[in-house]
């Protein structure tokens, strides 16, 4: 164990080799161990985004919590949505950690979500216009999701995989949620069937594009740091092939279709080819210019300006008795 | 049946026509404050002053609707109909929910700019909280036992939430002026609807008499003594005795806010309310 006055006396290029190597043995990053700024910043975007996402993922499931079609569904969803919220405060408290030293709070993240700073995922930009949208978002959206945090679960920085335990063991109950929902629509009414179809139609694009752009080869730099940090273990195609691999024949064994007739399972290759969603309409859509990106920005800052009141009540009161 | 009569389960009260009416009256009462406020506590999901109050308040809407499903079940097994149907088939005219439950929370559609009122919602849960507090203890002692054993099972859950509304008055009471007016306008808005709340419908005398639930008075006296105590610990001036509202929900007349609220819960199931879901 090196003292603090060691460290104090190492230069930044020895702290960072030792911060590398601590990396390599698969030691894990606590929040206040030192980190180069560059490991810093990479946390701080990954996780506020996350954290946002699961935020604003709430709002196009929210339109659907009041409808839902039985007690038992509403019951449900009500606790799905519940624990996306939970989700997002969770990894917004592992955010703020890491921007404390920054001299910033939850507030910067709020007001940098609504300045479009901060980003949250293409899929909580979209439409969810029925019923059958709830399901797949639950089924396939957190299906997806559930993929690439499995990834992290094992990311160097100790305080994510923390959350991330949490957070995948109650997925795969949001997952079972939603398919809960499909497989009742599946099973159904012709209308029920066509109102599925509709929606797996309307979210295809979006799930391919959830994962990123494909490498073809080229990592970006941000992909780079990330896997030499241990951050992330695997390159968006592999993870968007997983997910392919476990949906599709779920997909088509329902009974239903994609929109794209040249989709096919490559066994020599062992990958699915498909066709390329729209990766400029992609870039536009997580830069706040998707169908209802401006709609639900707009309720969050809203609510989030009305109640300030609140807030300010809180900090009052806690000032007042401490 | 009449005094110190105990009815196990519900073949037992089938038996009894006019037993069964007043044990359902009081049940569609039970059932529809909670759906519905619960209902009103899912608009608010993901507009709350922050993100830990987010989760606690949608905790609280579940655990209501759940106590409503209970009853809606008991409802069902009385021989009334499917659950879900009681839930969301019925016209507002046949909903025995009081009307303070019913109201908007603000100004706007809970997807399509809600301007709502967080003080209000507080004081809402609150003085209807307290309310169900008191008919709850009081239904420990119903003759109809089924009744009574889900009722100690909701008292568990329902004493959590009691605490946290408690916490916000106390906070927003002797926080900033602004939020102390606020406060004032929402216990000032709940009071003119608060009066209903232990109002036993037509059926009352019946529903007394069968030893159901404890006479609206008793269990009027019990809740605002309990409200009156808590306003002035936290330092909150009375606001007399609580006024009624014009339609009387527990006589199945409502306001144009709970034709809005059953339109939107119903939705997707009137699509097809054969169907499965």
């Given at each position: 164990?090196?003292?603090?006055i060691?460290?104090?006396?190492?230069?930044?290029?020895?702290?960072?080799?030792?911060?590398?190597?601590?990396?390599?043995?698969?030691?894990?990053?606590?929040?206040?161990?030192?980190?180069?700024?560059?490991?810093?910043?990479?946390?701080?975007?990954?996780i506020?985004?996350?954290?946002?996402?699961?935020?604003?993922?709430?709002?196009?499931?929210?339109?659907?919590?009041?409808?839902?079609?039985?007690?038992?569904r509403?019951?449900?969803?009500?606790?799905?949505?519940?624990?996306?919220?939970g989700?997002?405060?969770?990894?917004?408290?592992?955010?703020?950690?890491?921007?404390?030293?920054?001299?910033?709070?939850r507030?910067?993240l709020?007001?940098?979500?609504?300045?479009?700073?901060?980003?949250?995922?293409?899929?909580?930009?979209?439409?969810?216009?029925?019923?059958?949208?709830?399901?797949?978002?639950?089924?396939?959206?957190?299906?997806?999701?559930?993929?690439?945090?499995?990834?992290?679960?094992?990311?160097?920085?100790?305080?994510?995989?923390?959350?991330?335990?949490?957070?995948?063991?109650?997925?795969?109950?949001?997952?079972?949620?939603?398919?809960?929902?499909?497989?009742?629509?599946a099973?159904?009414?012709?209308?029920?069937?066509?109102?599925?179809?509709?929606?797996?139609?309307?979210?295809?694009?979006s799930?391919?594009?959830?994962f990123?752009?494909?490498?073809?080869?080229?990592?970006?730099?941000?992909?780079?740091?990330?896997?030499?940090?241990?951050?992330?273990?695997?390159?968006?195609?592999?993870?968007?092939?997983?997910?392919?691999?476990?949906?599709?024949?779920?997909?088509?064994?329902?009974?239903?279709?994609?929109?794209d007739?040249?989709?096919?399972?490559?066994e020599?290759?062992?990958?699915?080819?498909?066709?390329?969603?729209?990766?400029?309409?992609?870039?536009?859509?997580?830069?706040?210019?998707?169908?209802?990106?401006?709609?639900?920005?707009?309720?969050?800052?809203?609510?989030?300006?009305?109640?300030?009141?609140?807030?300010?009540?809180?900090?009052?009161?806690?000032?007042?008795?401490? | 049946?009449?005094?110190?009569?105990?009815?196990?389960?519900?073949?037992?009260?089938?038996?009894?026509?006019?037993?069964?009416?007043?044990?359902?009256?009081?049940?569609?009462?039970?059932?529809?404050?909670?759906?519905?406020?619960?209902?009103?506590?899912?608009?608010?999901?993901?507009?709350?002053?922050?993100?830990?109050?987010?989760?606690?308040?949608?905790?609280?809407?579940?655990?209501?609707?759940?106590?409503?499903?209970?009853?809606?079940?008991?409802?069902?097994?009385?021989?009334?109909?499917?659950?879900?149907?009681?839930?969301?088939?019925?016209?507002?005219?046949?909903?025995?929910?009081?009307?303070?439950?019913e109201?908007?929370?603000?100004?706007?559609?809970?997807?399509?700019?809600?301007?709502?009122?967080?003080?209000?919602?507080?004081?809402?849960?609150?003085?209807?909280?307290?309310?169900?507090?008191?008919?709850?203890?009081?239904?420990?002692?119903?003759?109809?036992?089924?009744?009574?054993?889900?009722?100690?099972?909701?008292?568990?859950?329902?004493?959590?939430?009691?605490?946290?509304?408690?916490?916000?008055?106390?906070?927003?009471?002797?926080?900033?002026?602004?939020?102390?007016?606020?406060?004032?306008?929402?216990?000032?808005?709940?009071?003119?609807?608060a009066?209903?709340?232990?109002?036993?419908?037509?059926?009352?005398?019946?529903?007394?008499?069968?030893?159901?639930?404890?006479?609206?008075?008793?269990l009027?006296?019990?809740?605002?003594?309990?409200?009156?105590?808590?306003?002035?610990?936290?330092?909150?001036?009375?606001?007399?005795?609580?006024?009624v509202?014009?339609?009387?929900?527990?006589?199945?007349?409502?306001?144009?806010?709970?034709?809005?609220?059953?339109?939107?819960?119903?939705?997707?199931?009137?699509?097809?309310?054969v169907?499965?879901?």
């Amino acid at each position: 164990m090196q003292t603090q006055i060691e460290r104090f006396n190492m230069t930044e290029n020895e702290k960072m080799e030792a911060f590398l190597a601590r990396i390599d043995r698969g030691e894990k990053i606590e929040a206040d161990d030192w980190m180069p700024d560059d490991y810093r910043n990479q946390l701080v975007k990954l996780i506020s985004m996350h954290g946002m996402s699961e935020i604003m993922g709430a709002l196009p499931e929210k339109e659907w919590v009041p409808k839902a079609p039985t007690l038992r569904r509403k019951l449900a969803i009500m606790a799905k949505v519940q624990d996306e919220m939970g989700h997002g405060q969770l990894l917004l408290r592992v955010a703020e950690d890491l921007i404390a030293p920054l001299g910033k709070t939850r507030e910067d993240l709020m007001q940098d979500l609504f300045t479009g700073r901060l980003k949250f995922h293409n899929v909580f930009h979209m439409e969810a216009p029925t019923w059958a949208d709830a399901g797949v978002i639950g089924w396939l959206v957190d299906g997806a999701a559930i993929i690439t945090q499995s990834m992290s679960l094992d990311t160097s920085y100790a305080p994510y995989a923390r959350a991330l335990h949490r957070i995948c063991a109650e997925e795969k109950f949001h997952a079972q949620h939603g398919e809960s929902i499909v497989l009742e629509l599946a099973e159904g009414t012709a209308e029920q069937r066509q109102m599925l179809q509709e929606a797996i139609t309307r979210w295809w694009p979006s799930l391919l594009m959830f994962f990123g752009p494909p490498e073809n080869g080229n990592i970006t730099s941000n992909q780079a740091s990330n896997m030499r940090y241990k951050i992330r273990t695997q390159t968006n195609e592999e993870l968007r092939q997983v997910f392919l691999k476990k949906y599709l024949p779920r997909i088509f064994h329902l009974g239903f279709t994609l929109p794209d007739d040249t989709i096919y399972f490559d066994e020599a290759e062992d990958k699915w080819v498909y066709q390329q969603p729209d990766w400029e309409a992609f870039k536009q859509i997580v830069k706040g210019n998707g169908p209802r990106s401006a709609h639900r920005l707009n309720l969050r800052e809203m609510s989030y300006e009305e109640t300030k009141w609140v807030r300010d009540a809180i900090m009052s009161f806690g000032r007042q008795v401490g | 049946m009449g005094d110190n009569v105990r009815v196990e389960n519900v073949e037992q009260a089938k038996q009894n026509q006019e037993y069964a009416q007043a044990l359902a009256d009081l049940l569609f009462q039970l059932a529809d404050d909670d759906f519905i406020l619960a209902y009103r506590g899912s608009e608010w999901l993901g507009l709350a002053p922050h993100i830990e109050e987010d989760v606690a308040f949608s905790s609280m809407s579940q655990d209501m609707m759940g106590h409503a499903v209970m009853h809606y079940q008991m409802l069902e097994d009385l021989g009334l109909g499917k659950a879900d149907d009681l839930a969301q088939l019925r016209e507002a005219g046949a909903f025995r929910n009081a009307i303070l439950v019913e109201r908007k929370n603000g100004a706007g559609e809970y997807n399509d700019n809600p301007h709502y009122d967080w003080a209000y919602a507080i004081v809402r849960s609150y003085v209807y909280g307290l309310y169900k507090q008191v008919r709850l203890e009081s239904l420990l002692q119903s003759s109809y036992a089924p009744l009574a054993l889900i009722s100690r099972k909701m008292l568990t859950e329902h004493r959590y939430h009691l605490m946290h509304w408690q916490v916000w008055l106390k906070q927003l009471a002797n926080s900033t002026k602004e939020a102390r007016q606020k406060l004032e306008t929402g216990i000032a808005r709940v009071w003119e609807d608060a009066g209903e709340l232990s109002s036993l419908g037509q059926n009352a005398d019946n529903i007394v008499r069968f030893g159901l639930i404890a006479g609206e008075e008793l269990l009027r006296q019990r809740w605002l003594a309990n409200t009156k105590d808590i306003f002035q610990k936290a330092g909150l001036s009375w606001p007399g005795e609580p006024g009624v509202p014009t339609e009387r929900g527990r006589l199945g007349e409502h306001t144009a806010d709970l034709g809005q609220a059953l339109a939107t819960l119903s939705e997707v199931y009137r699509l097809d309310p054969v169907a499965k879901w």
